[in-house]
């Protein structure tokens, strides 16, 4: 299932040529993927309270094309794999049907302490 998450470029989101800053397509995608876990129903509030966080383990990028001041974008996140302990998501901004970043991510499940953690039974459930 391919979760989808629309993005508007705003002026701060650029450079002085008026392209999305490289950095912001991250921005991008994290916020798509915080978006794709709060619709499964995941609560990363109840999680970090009990002693529990996601974090980003790796990301490979590819900067496909420039995307410019006031272009609608679409981030769209799709699961690719499942562990006990990682999560990994294919994520691709596109502007209508044209790809111009492609992400892959890792994800995994930390304590209050900074270990990795198995991700929770009710997690993978949910994915």
């Known amino acids: 299932?391919?979760?989808?998450?629309?993005?508007?470029?705003?002026?701060?989101?650029?450079?002085?040529?008026?392209?999305?800053?490289?950095?912001?397509?991250?921005?991008?995608?994290?916020?798509?993927?915080?978006?794709?876990?709060?619709?499964?129903?995941?609560?990363?509030?109840?999680?970090?309270?009990?002693?529990?966080?996601?974090?980003?383990?790796?990301?490979?990028?590819?900067?496909?094309?420039?995307a410019r001041f006031d272009e609608e974008l679409v981030v769209e996140t799709e699961m690719t794999k499942l562990s006990g302990v990682r999560l990994t998501m294919s994520q691709l901004v596109k502007r209508g049907e044209t790809e111009i970043f492609r992400a892959t991510v890792t994800a995994v499940c930390m304590n209050a302490d900074g270990k990795p953690v198995r991700l929770p039974a009710e997690i993978r459930a949910l994915l």
């Open 1 to 66: 299932m391919t979760h989808t998450f629309p993005i508007r470029v705003y002026y701060e989101d650029t450079d002085m040529g008026g392209i999305v800053y490289h950095a912001n397509y991250l921005r991008y995608i994290e916020r798509a993927r915080s978006d794709w876990v709060r619709n499964l129903g995941n609560d990363q509030n109840a999680m970090r309270e009990a002693g529990i966080v996601w974090v980003v383990r790796k990301i490979e990028a590819e900067y496909l094309a420039a």
